[in-house]
């Protein structure tokens, strides 16, 4: 799988664009703001979308989907409690498929109600649930300190360390990481209680 990471806009967003290099499937992770990058790619790739996919519903990763989707023809997949308009809904557990290459939807919400972390091929894709040396904000309609606390630490922290981190924003001191790496430096991800989480967190 090759992964196409792409800063975008004015607030550190980044889309991606991933290549099933076996048979030039490709999906757009969050698409924003800077769209000719993006068509730019798939012109100069010949990639066929397959799926336009949000990690979840906040304007700054979904406000390219009604113009990618019209150039693309792809449908637009969302967590089944996204509140915006899409195609195809998914629940933890659920693979999304292009081409030979496959990811897994893991829910993890806290930032949202909807956030979704993709993981497969060595590569986890986690939009604004974690970032490099932090996390999502927890403040905005359907953030919950409780939830992200669960999906930090009953979801991500038990995954393999050797995981490559694709974050949904520039915030950190680096594009990637691995989850390993953040569980060793990242001060959200130490080891705490519930309620010394939600003490820190405010």
Known sequence: MIVNQIPVGNMQ?????????????????????????LELIIKKNNLKIKYIVNTHHHFDHTL???????????????????????????????????????????????????????????????GDTLFVGNCGRIDLPGGSVQDLYHSLFDVLYSLDDDLVMYPGHNYGSSEVSTIGKEKSTNMIMQKRTEQQFIDMMG
């Not at 195809?88 to 956030?115: A, M, Q, R, Y």
Request: aromatic share 6%; proline share 3%; net charge negative.
């Open 13 to 37: 967003n980044y889309s991606y664009i991933l290549e099933d290099e076996d048979t030039s499937e490709a999906i757009i992770i969050d698409p924003s703001w800077d769209l000719v990058e």
């Open 64 to 126: 390219g989907n009604e113009a990618m989707a019209e150039s693309t023809h792809a449908p637009i997949i969302q967590h089944e409690l996204s509140e915006l308009k899409n195609d195809i809904k998914v629940k933890d557990g659920d693979f999304i498929e292009f081409g030979n290459s496959k990811l897994k939807v893991l829910h993890t919400p806290g930032h949202s109600k909807d956030s979704i972390c993709l993981i497969g091929d060595g590569k986890i894709f986690s």
